[in-house]
């Protein structure tokens, strides 16, 4: 049974920094690309970040020189390292893997970037 448990979110102050985390289970995580998505209050979920199980990476352009994404297949864990956060990286995030072609999501970790 595939499961993702994220953790790390909280309240940050813009310029600040948060480092995600989220752990797998039930695959071999190191065989799948994992993904980083987000959403606000009224807004569709986006994609945020991509790792693929060669470690190639790519960013939606609002994040891209502040976000990066990694992994570390031995812990079967995906982190979210986030600089300079901005108000408008506020959201809940959600981490996301597909495993024969069936989408597993976890929870979702609140990410609020407010003085």
């Known amino acids: 049974q595939v499961q993702l448990v994220e953790s790390g979110g909280g309240l940050v102050q813009p310029g600040g920094s948060l480092r995600l985390s989220c752990a797998a289970s039930g695959m071999i995580f190191g065989f799948y690309t994992m993904a980083w998505y987000r959403q606000a209050p009224g807004n569709q979920r986006e994609l945020v970040a991509i790792?693929?199980?060669?470690?190639?990476?790519n960013y939606t352009d609002s994040v891209k020189g502040r976000f990066t994404i990694s992994r570390d297949n031995a812990k079967s864990t995906v982190y979210l390292q986030m600089n300079s956060l901005k108000p408008e990286d506020t959201a809940v995030y959600y981490c996301?893997?597909?495993?024969?072609?069936?989408?597993?999501w976890g929870q979702g970790t609140q990410v609020t970037v407010s003085s």
């Open positions: 996301h893997i597909r495993v024969r072609l069936r989408d597993y």
């Open positions: 790792i693929s199980r060669d470690r190639s990476t």
